[in-house]
């Protein structure tokens, strides 16, 4: 792994090794196990342009628990907003030669320009709507660890699908992993032509719901809206929030998810959302760090050995 740009295009094997990995430093991390410094002498350094709290914390946890130099750029005190360019940035960091960029930016695509210019290895953190790599494998190891497995599993992802990044990963990596992916919005949030990546389309809860295995809801993303989307917060709450009454139609051993922040009480019932039988709200929230260090230190190991290449080269 030199990048980590998004799931689509991943072999079943590529994710494995991620989530095997992860699996295994959640299990260190909940013990207190000591944790090999396999990027002690790396630099890292985090730039988000869009505001995060869970996903810009776990990856400097994640890079320091690992051995790393972690520096967070703020954007809001960056050239950036002085005009400078992408481009320009890009080049600015490839000058502090930097091990590994991990990388948030509201526009889709921007991600994987910035890995083409700015000569380290480069992290997706979530790039506008296309992709959450790490969100993605986050979920996908917190139902394996609960469920067991992944293969044949109904999951059913609802909400504003037209605008979620994670909803885009998890149908990638989901479907690769064998499981079969369900979406379920209202029809003026569902993107034209998501069939044709393999997911079943539901505009109605309760079928949507019906005979589920995971449950996962998405924030109305109305930062990403350009018009109205929804009649309103309260309707779409009636039709497309989950209460108990809509849960009840997913077998009865099914858990809920969310990449959070939640809106409660308009994509999820708050008592829902913190029912320790069935909420995997907070999990997920703890193997996001472990799986943050799961793809930073296979990231590390690819560098290292392009290291060990130029210097066998260089002789």
Partial sequence: MNHLLGIEGMQRSEIEAVLNLADDYAGKVRSGEKI???????TMINLFFENSTRTRTSFE???KRLGAAVTNMSVVSSSIKKGE???D????LRAMHTDILVVRHQCSGAVKLLSEKVGCSVVNAGDGSHEHPTQAFLDALTIQRRKGKLQGLEVAICGDIMHSRVARSNIHLLQTMGARVRLVA???????DIEKFGPQIYHDMKQGLKDCDIVMML????ERMQGNYVPSVREYYHFYGLTREKLANAKQDALIMHPGPMNRGVEIDSELADDIHRSLIQEQVEMGVAVRMASLALIGKAIKARKAIKLQDKD
């Fill in 89 to 92: 940035t890009a080049l600015t």
């Fill in 219 to 222: 924030r109305l993303q109305t």
């Fill in 186 to 192: 209202p029809p003026t949030l569902m993107p034209p």
């Fill in 61 to 63: 946890l994640a890079g």
């Fill in 36 to 42: 090999e410094a396999v990027l002690d002498g790396f």
């Fill in 85 to 87: 360019t992408l481009t």
